[in-house]
Structures are given as C-alpha cells and as structure tokens.
C-alpha cells in the first residue's frame, strides 16, 4: 500500500477516537468503504480527505475512465442512485422563464454558463411552453454532458435516446457553433 494511503488511514484513527461508542458501526462501515476504495487504487489522492468522501472517489474513478464507461466489476452505490429532479407544478410561464434564466446563468462551470446564458438570452423570451419544458428538462442534465452535447463531442459523453430528436438540444448545437465568431461573455439581465 502506498504511504500516502497509510497515513489517510492512520488519520482516520486518530480522528476517531474519542467518538462515541454509538457511533462504532457507522465508523466501521466508513473504514471499511475507504479501504475498499484504496484498494482499488486507481483513484485520485486528492480525493481521499474524507472518509465520507470514498463514495465521491469512486464516482470519481468512473469519471475519469475512459469515455466515461464504469468497469463491469465496480459496483458503486453512486452509479446506481439518481435523485429525480424537483416536479414543479402550477407554475407560470413567466415565473418558469425566470427560473430558467437562473438556471442557464448559474451552473457553477463556466463554458456552461456562457453557453446557456447567451442561448437563453437569445432564444428563452420566443419559447413556446412545451419548448420551455424541453430546456428545463435538459437543464437538469449535468453540465459537462451538456456542454458535450452542445458541442457534439459524442466521444466523451453519448447522446442518449431521449435528447436524439431534441428541438431545444439542436438550437443549442447551431448556436453553440459560433458561426459568427464572436467573443463569448456573459450578457446582461437587461437581455433576458
């Protein structure tokens, strides 16, 4: 075992020591999943800061395989488990613009948010309401598959089925070509 891996787990001791006793087979299940984690090896070092983190570094050794493809031996509870996004019901469709807008500035990566920001600001005052529902669906995807799909860089990340006959996704590839060029920023709220 590698030392950098030794003294994580000597770390882990240390900090559990003075934990209350009901608490021991929740720090067992967390020394257990770090070591399995470690044993595979093949993750990142500076993932393992945390033994709550081991899941993080599993998903992280799925992420950054080769084309995105888990191995058929790893079983990760983080691969199997997708929280569905929030159901808004009721809500209007200037409320939803407004939300959108949000959405596509605030992504937290920034090619992303230049790239939905501006087609938001282009195209999200002409949408019609099942176009809007389109955009928020894909909205909900994540921000690298996004930008992948935007861009049509299926190598990295596929296209699934459901977004092959996207009217919204293909807006967003015609516009994400930049055919004119231009320098990308961030537009102003005024443009929304």
């Known amino acids: 075992m590698p030392l950098f891996l030794r003294r994580r ?25 770090l070591s399995r984690t ?5 993750v990142r070092p500076s993932l393992l800061y945390s033994p709550c983190l081991a899941f993080v570094s599993a998903r992280a050794k799925y992420l950054y395989s080769t084309q995105g493809k888990a191995g ?14 929030i159901k808004r019901t009721g809500e ?6 407004a939300r959108l807008v949000y959405q596509s500035r605030k992504r937290g ?15 999200l005052k002409s949408m019609t309401p099942e176009e ?11 921000d690298w598959d996004i ?12 296209l699934p089925a459901k977004w092959e ?14 055919k004119n060029k231009e320098i990308l920023r961030m537009p102003d709220l005024s443009k929304y």
């Open 132 to 142: 809007l529902q389109e955009y928020d669906d894909l909205l909900n995807e994540l």
């Open 38 to 42: 470690i044993a595979k090896a093949s």
């Open 9 to 33: 787990l000597s770390l882990l001791h240390l900090s559990l020591k003075g934990a209350p006793s009901f608490l021991s087979p929740f720090i067992q299940d967390q020394e257990a999943m």
């Open 165 to 178: 006959n996207s009217k919204v996704l293909q807006k967003l590839q015609e516009f994400s070509a930049n």
């Open 72 to 85: 058929a031996e790893e079983d990760d509870v983080t691969m199997r488990v997708k929280v569905a996004p």
């Open 109 to 123: 990566i920034l090619e992303t948010d230049l790239l939905l920001s501006r087609f938001a600001a282009e195209y």
């Open 147 to 158: 930008y992948y799909w935007a861009t049509k860089n299926y190598s990295i990340t596929p």
């Open 92 to 97: 209007s469709l200037d409320r939803q613009r």
